[in-house]
C-alpha cells in the first residue's frame, strides 16, 4: 500500500452464538472482493467477556468503533446473559452515542421460492424501510400512578421533535430512487401526526421528480402485503417503522436473507447487521446461513462507495440461492462455509 493512502477502515464485532459464524463468511467475501479494507477486529466484544469483566464494550472498544468508517456487526446476546443489560449496553450505546438515527432495513426478495405470496406477479419485493431510531414511543418517557393497585394508571409518551423528524425524512428522500411513502396514524395520534405531516409536505415540495405518497399505518399495512412491489422508500416513525421492518423482511423471504443498518446520516458512519439474532439452538453447529451477513457487508460497502462489488454480491447471491446452493433454511444441503464459499465463487 502506497504510503499516505488513506484507508478505509471497517470495525468487525463478530459477538455471539452463530453471529461470529456468519461475520467469518462476510469477511472473506469482503476479502475476495479485494477493496483493500482496514479490518479492526473486536472479537473481544462478546458474553464471555461480560461475564468475566461486567463490562460490555469498553471506552476503548467505543473509541475503535468511533474513528472507523462503519462497523459488522454479527449478533449480540446469549442465554447465560439474559436478564441483564448486556446486549443492550453494546447497541443501544452504540446507537445513542454515534446518533444512529436512521434504521434502513432493505427487503428485496432474491427467489420466488422464498416468497408467501399466492400471486407470482406481486413478489418482487424491492424496497426500503427507513425507520426513525432514535425517539417516538421507544424514547423511554413515562411513570406510573398507583402501581400494582386496581387504580394502577401507566404513561408512554411519543416523542416527536422537529430535528428528529426532519432528519428522518430529509434522509428518505437522500436514498429514494422512484418514490417516497410516509407512514403514519396522524387521524388518531394528533400532535406528533401533525408535525410529521407539515415536514413530509415541506420535503416532498422540494423533491418535484420524487413521486409521493401517504399511508395511515393500518391502509399501509394491508397494501404492502396486497402488492408490496408498488414501493420503493418508506419511511415511518420508531413504532410504525418497527412493525413494517418485520412485515417486509417476511415478505421478502424471511430472516434468512434481512439486513438492516443503523446510520448517522450526516457522517455516514452505519452499523450493519443481520437481522436475525444469536440462534443459540444451532450455534456451534456449521449450518447457519451466512446470506444475511454477507449482505449487511453487501450494504456497507455499498454506503461507502462501492456499488459495482455490492451489487456483485447480490448477483452472486441470486445465482445461488437460485442454483440451491444454501444452508437448509432457505431449501438447500450446504453447510456455513460451503454456502459462503458458493456465493464467493460466483464472484471470481
Ligand atoms: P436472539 O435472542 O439473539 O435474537 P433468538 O433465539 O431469538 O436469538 P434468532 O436468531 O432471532 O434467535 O432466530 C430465530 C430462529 O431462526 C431460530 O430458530 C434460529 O435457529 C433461526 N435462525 C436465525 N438465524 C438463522 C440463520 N442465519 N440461519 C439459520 N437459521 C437461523
Ligand atoms: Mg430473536
Not at 463478530?14 to 467475501?29: F, H, K, M, N, S
Amino acid at each position: 500500500r502506497e504510503r499516505g493512502e488513506i484507508l478505509t477502515t471497517i470495525t468487525v464485532i463478530p459477538g455471539d452464538g452463530i453471529g461470529p459464524e456468519v461475520t467469518d463468511q462476510a469477511l472473506r467475501t469482503l476479502d475476495a472482493l479485494d477493496l483493500g479494507l482496514d479490518i479492526d477486529m473486536l472479537d473481544h466484544v462478546n458474553a464471555g467477556t461480560y461475564l468475566e469483566t461486567g463490562e460490555a464494550l469498553t471506552d476503548a472498544d467505543f473509541e475503535r468503533v468511533r474513528t472507523s468508517d462503519s462497523t459488522l456487526l454479527g449478533a449480540v446476546g446469549d442465554p447465560r446473559v439474559a436478564g441483564t443489560d448486556y446486549a443492550r449496553d453494546v447497541l443501544l450505546r452504540l446507537r445513542f452515542d454515534l446518533d444512529l438515527y436512521v434504521n434502513y432495513r432493505p427487503a428485496k426478495l432474491f427467489h420466488d421460492r422464498l416468497s408467501p405470496l399466492r400471486d407470482e406477479t406481486r413478489r418482487a419485493v424491492d424496497c426500503v424501510i427507513v425507520r426513525e431510531n432514535t425517539e417516538g414511543l421507544y424514547a423511554g418517557m413515562g411513570g406510573v400512578l398507583r402501581k400494582q393497585t386496581p387504580f394502577e394508571m401507566t404513561m408512554d409518551a411519543e416523542i416527536n421533535t422537529h430535528h428528529g423528524v426532519s432528519r428522518i425524512v430529509d434522509f428518505a428522500f437522500s436514498i429514494a430512487r422512484r418514490s417516497v411513502c410516509m407512514v403514519d396514524k396522524s387521524n388518531a395520534v394528533k400532535f406528533g401526526g401533525q408535525l410529521w405531516q407539515r415536514y413530509w409536505r415541506e420535503a416532498a415540495g422540494r423533491h418535484p421528480r420524487l413521486e409521493t405518497s401517504h399511508l395511515y399505518v393500518d391502509a399501509a399495512v394491508m397494501k404492502l402485503v396486497e402488492d408490496p412491489t408498488r414501493f420503493d422508500v418508506i419511511v415511518a416513525n420508531n413504532s410504525y417503522g418497527d412493525i413494517l421492518s418485520d412485515l417486509m423482511a417476511e415478505l421478502a423471504g424471511g430472516l434468512g436473507t434481512a439486513t438492516s443498518a443503523n446510520i448517522n446520516g450526516d457522517t455516514g458512519f452505519g452499523l450493519f447487521e443481520p437481522v436475525h439474532g444469536t440462534a443459540p439452538d444451532i450455534a456451534g453447529k456449521g449450518i447457519a446461513n451466512p446470506i444475511g451477513a454477507i449482505l449487511s457487508a453487501a450494504l456497507l460497502i455499498e454506503r461507502l462507495g462501492h456499488t459495482a462489488a455490492a451489487a456483485a454480491v447480490r448477483e452472486s447471491v441470486n445465482s445461488a440461492i437460485a442454483q440451491r446452493r444454501v444452508t437448509p433454511d432457505l431449501g438447500g444441503e450446504l453447510g456455513t462455509v460451503d454456502a459462503g464459499e458458493a456465493i464467493r465463487a460466483g464472484l471470481r
